[in-house]
């Protein structure tokens, strides 16, 4: 693999030395001026980390609560208590963010394997704790690979494609979900003309994703948000691949604020719209989009935090959500690491999860 590509698709966003026994992240808060690498060590840093975005991306969120609730179950000593503080933990951790569901999925299973073992030795608990986490983010790895290969299928050598936000490497594991086929075809030696949204107001397309695919070797000009229906009318998309923090059961699509216009205008102008993301990111309990939690964030980001001096009066009001819903009947399809659903999803999404098959 060229030397660009492997350093982007084998960046270590979250890592666990377990000869140290140290949960290490990368700060994406620095990004693209600095690489520094974080330890987090107590409940707090992890709930910090995952609130400010230092990690962030719905399966990257996922990934660090899982080993966040491992260094956190070695910090309590085995006993009655031990379930039910580890529990706390990952009440605690989930209320960090409420959107991407793989949070509380990945908390889920670390409290379901916790269960499971309460029986054994405190080192034989802590083992099964750790190696779940592991296989957690090895799966990520492996979903990430497939959602690529079916994503390549829907585009050829020299489309045009937009996405919005970061759904890349440093979102997930390895080749990420929207990023995924952009990587793996780059890796295979095709080309694509990438339009990469700057995504107002915490900039993850100009930051993350143009930085990303830039240094993997792939041609990504960076617009701003509100310039995605002129490349659009200009000819220069065959399709918009953007990633995912929560499906409902109906196919309602919950990701970075801004998605949902990308995906109206794709509609007007007759290029497909997809969303790629693992099944972790399907939530069936949610019946529609219309169930899903919607984070609100701090006014700053929009009125000062990428300034030098104050860009709107201090006491002008503001709203700022993180992420918006897309109608299921917007989304071209839905591209997993098990297939591509098509409408109709109540159906398509169902049928993954369906252990007959
Ligand atoms: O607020 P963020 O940066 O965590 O939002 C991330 C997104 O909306 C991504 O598109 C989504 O999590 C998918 S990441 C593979």
């Not at 299928?153 to 979102?171: E, M, R, S, Y």
């Not at 617009?223 to 499906?247: E, L």
């Not at 989009?289 to 980001?301: F, L, N, T, V």
Request: hydrophobic content about 40%; charged content about 25%; proline content about 4%.
């Amino acid at each position: 693999m060229d030397e660009k590509l492997r350093k982007v698709t084998h960046v270590e966003n979250i890592r666990y030395d377990k000869a140290a026994e140290e949960l290490v992240i990368l700060d994406q808060t620095l990004l693209p001026n600095e690489e520094k690498f974080l330890r987090l060590t107590t409940a707090e840093e992890m709930y910090d980390a995952i609130k400010t975005l230092k990690v962030r991306g719905a399966p990257a969120i996922g990934i660090c609560a899982a080993y966040s609730m491992y260094v956190l179950a070695r910090s309590i000593p085995q006993g009655e208590e031990f379930y039910s503080t580890l529990e706390k933990y990952g009440a605690y951790l989930n209320s960090s963010r409420p959107t991407a569901v793989n949070l509380s999925w990945a908390i889920r299973e670390m409290l379901k394997t916790a269960q499971e073992n309460l029986s054994l030795s405190r080192p034989a608990l802590l083992e099964a704790l750790y190696e779940k986490a592991a296989a957690i983010h090895a799966d990520d790895i492996a979903k990430c690979a497939a959602i690529s290969e079916y994503g390549l299928t829907v585009v050829k050598d020299g489309d045009g494609i937009l996405t919005h936000c970061n759904a890349g490497p440093l979102a997930t594991s390895r080749y990420g979900t929207a990023l995924g086929p952009i990587l793996l075809g780059t890796e295979r030696g095709m080309k694509f003309r990438v339009f990469s949204d700057e995504t107002r107001p915490l900039l993850q397309g100009a930051r993350l994703t143009s930085y990303e695919l830039q240094r993997a070797g792939v041609d990504v000009t960076l617009i701003c948000d509100n310039m995605a229906s002129i490349v659009m009318k200009n000819g220069w998309v065959q399709a918009c691949f953007v990633g995912c923090d929560r499906v409902a059961a109906n196919g309602d699509t919950a990701n970075k604020i801004g998605t949902s216009g990308v995906a109206i205008l794709a509609k007007h102008y007759g290029i497909p719209f997809y969303v790629l993301g693992p099944t972790s990111t399907i939530d069936m309990n949610c019946p529609d989009g219309d169930h899903i939690p919607i984070e609100e964030r701090d006014p700053e980001e929009i009125k000062n935090m990428w300034y030098e001096k104050p860009m709107a009066l201090r006491d002008v009001k503001c709203y700022n959500p993180a992420f918006d819903v897309t109608d299921h009947s917007l989304i071209t399809g839905i591209i997993t690491e098990k297939g591509i659903c098509r409408a109709p999803y109540t159906e398509s999404l169902a049928a993954l999860f369906d252990n007959k098959k």
